[in-house]
């Protein structure tokens, strides 16, 4: 025989499972609006900062010139911070060989760099032997250009790798002959790497 429930007990079966319900659509809220700020939110981001990255290194017109050979490139949207210093991020970084001396790939990379919009601010290490250029945008974005000797960068690597030092040698190789070793770094947030 089936139990009877009184009104009273009928009144309080369907508030209990109302309070269930609404706690119920309050979780799944709550659980919703964690996956989007979580993960949603930050994978938009993301994405937009990597479309502005690979923007920039497309208005350098490097990748469709076949002058300049890539040889690595390390380009991700997400804001990577030093773990020794928060106010200081990862650049994004592709590297190239260019067949021409240093002097005629950074006047070369200067203008290219000036021609998508970028303004010269400054040369740190002016005369060194690899010569590098900093470059702002109007946004605040910055790019980096470092361009080297390969065949002096590669004698240096290959003889202090054999030997633990470098030789007289070495130093004695013309820091402006080519092939050319080129550095092209973006970042979004500043100029501090």
Request: net charge positive.
């Amino acid at each position: 025989m089936a139990k009877k429930y009184t009104k009273q007990q009928q009144q309080k079966h369907q508030k209990q499972h109302k309070i269930i319900v609404g706690l119920s659509i309050v979780v799944v809220a709550a659980l919703i609006g964690l996956i989007f700020s979580l993960i949603i939110i930050p994978k938009v981001v993301n994405d937009a900062r990597l479309h502005r990255i690979n923007a920039i290194y497309s208005s350098l017109n490097v990748d469709t010139n076949d002058k300049y050979i890539l040889q690595r490139e390390n380009v991700f949207g997400n804001k990577r911070v030093y773990d020794y210093d928060n106010g200081r991020t990862f650049s994004s970084e592709k590297d190239y060989i260019r067949g021409a001396n240093v002097d005629v790939t950074a006047k070369e990379l200067d203008a290219a760099v000036k021609a998508a919009g970028f303004t010269f601010i400054d040369q740190p290490y002016a005369g060194s032997t690899s010569t590098q250029y900093h470059y702002k945008s109007a946004k605040g974005e910055y790019i980096r250009v470092t361009v080297s000797s390969k065949l002096r960068d590669d004698a240096f690597q290959n003889v202090f790798l054999m030997t633990g030092k470098a030789t007289d040698e070495v130093f004695k190789i013309d820091p402006n002959a080519g092939p050319s070793n080129v550095v092209i770094k973006v970042n979004l947030d500043d100029n501090n790497e």
